[in-house]
């Protein structure tokens, strides 16, 4: 009886203080794509967040005269910032009243599965123009035969197939995000789960191999005139990769510390503002 009455004690300390994030819990389709169960609602950062009709967490227009369909993964998802720091919403001050905008964003998002969220909603959305934010390791953690990513839609190139995505361990996390006084102790560090952790199995040395008929699939099998490629990173591994791909439409940014959550690999608001600014000023070039 005691216990309980600590550990209600503590549920309501720390959902009041809001000492914990709220994180949303996904659903798979048919093709391997996830996105977040609808109605969900929720703080991080102590910002305040809520899951869209369509499983994401920005906006999601559909009936602008100028449609832009943005993708990209927890960058663009943006759970930590207000809504209002969104690339969305900030395209949409910027650019005016007759563009609408559809964000799809999710931490863990691979380049092959930007490629086929834009192939599954341009037909809702029809977009006049695709805006796909990709990292370092986008690239690399698309293709299965360099490491395998079970929750990740990743491409085996060697057969063209997409292999099987899984969430992991959904009722032990459930339990976590549930019940805030084991989620405060395990993020505090008194306890290690090791199963929330994702299996890698990397290879010592990057086979080019795999990058070049990655990119040959890719070629082959989407429609690259309507994207605008943003690129988080002036690594020159990276831009060897992308002079691989059948487009000139690429952004490349150098980002400055000063874009950054302290602490965190996430952009805040002012370096959202100016990748917003430098995507407006190309829209309108």
Same mark, same amino acid.
């Given at each position: 009886?005691? =216990?309980?009455?600590?550990?209600?004690?503590?549920?309501?300390?720390?959902?009041?203080?809001?000492?914990?994030?709220?994180?949303?819990?996904?659903?798979?389709?048919?093709?391997? !794509?996830?996105?977040?169960? +609808?109605?969900?609602?929720?703080?991080?950062?102590?910002?305040?967040?809520?899951?869209?009709?369509?499983?994401?967490?920005?906006?999601?227009?559909?009936?602008?005269?100028?449609?832009?369909?943005?993708?990209?993964?927890?960058?663009?998802?943006?759970?930590?910032?207000?809504?209002?720091?969104?690339?969305?919403?900030?395209?949409?001050?910027?650019?005016?009243?007759?563009?609408?905008? &559809?964000?799809?964003?999710?931490?863990?998002?691979?380049?092959?599965?930007?490629?086929?969220? #834009?192939?599954?909603?341009?037909?809702?959305?029809?977009?006049?123009?695709?805006?796909?934010?990709?990292?370092?390791?986008?690239?690399?953690?698309?293709?299965?035969?360099?490491?395998?990513?079970?929750?990740?839609?990743?491409?085996?190139?060697?057969?063209? #197939?997409?292999?099987?995505?899984?969430?992991?361990?959904?009722?032990?996390?459930?339990?976590?995000?549930?019940?805030?006084?084991?989620?405060?102790?395990?993020?505090?560090?008194?306890? +290690?789960? @090791?199963?929330?952790?994702?299996?890698?199995?990397?290879?010592?040395?990057?086979?080019?191999?795999?990058?070049?008929?990655?990119?040959?699939?890719? @070629?082959? @099998?989407?429609?690259?005139?309507?994207?605008?490629?943003?690129?988080?990173?002036?690594?020159? #591994?990276?831009?060897?990769? !992308?002079? #691989?791909?059948?487009?000139?439409?690429?952004?490349? !940014?150098?980002?400055?510390?000063?874009? &950054?959550?302290?602490?965190?690999?996430?952009? @805040?608001?002012?370096?959202?503002?100016?990748?917003?600014?430098? =995507?407006?000023?190309?829209?309108?070039?």
């Amino acid at each position: 009886m005691f =216990i309980l009455l600590i550990i209600s004690g503590s549920e309501i300390i720390i959902r009041s203080f809001n000492l914990t994030n709220d994180i949303p819990h996904r659903k798979i389709d048919k093709i391997g !794509l996830q996105n977040y169960i +609808v109605g969900q609602k929720g703080v991080f950062n102590k910002n305040k967040w809520k899951v869209n009709e369509n499983g994401f967490l920005g906006l999601d227009d559909t009936d602008f005269k100028n449609q832009l369909l943005i993708i990209g993964d927890s960058m663009i998802e943006n759970i930590m910032n207000p809504l209002e720091c969104n690339q969305g919403y900030l395209l949409k001050k910027n650019l005016g009243e007759t563009f609408g905008v &559809f964000e799809i964003g999710r931490s863990g998002i691979t380049l092959i599965e930007a490629l086929e969220f #834009k192939k599954k909603y341009e037909a809702i959305v029809n977009p006049y123009k695709t805006i796909i934010f990709i990292n370092q390791n986008d690239i690399e953690e698309s293709i299965s035969n360099i490491s395998r990513l079970p929750d990740r839609l990743q491409i085996n190139v060697i057969s063209g #197939k997409h292999e099987k995505v899984i969430i992991r361990y959904p009722m032990l996390k459930k339990i976590l995000y549930n019940i805030k006084t084991l989620y405060y102790l395990y993020l505090k560090g008194f306890f +290690v789960i @090791n199963k929330l952790e994702v299996d890698v199995i990397t290879k010592n040395n990057v086979n080019y191999r795999y990058i070049d008929d990655f990119f040959s699939i890719l @070629n082959s @099998n989407y429609n690259f005139n309507n994207i605008l490629f943003v690129i988080n990173s002036n690594d020159d #591994k990276l831009i060897f990769y !992308l002079n #691989k791909l059948k487009t000139d439409n690429i952004i490349l !940014l150098d980002p400055q510390n000063k874009w &950054f959550i302290e602490n965190d690999g996430h952009w @805040n608001c002012y370096g959202h503002k100016l990748v917003s600014g430098k =995507i407006v000023d190309y829209l309108l070039k």
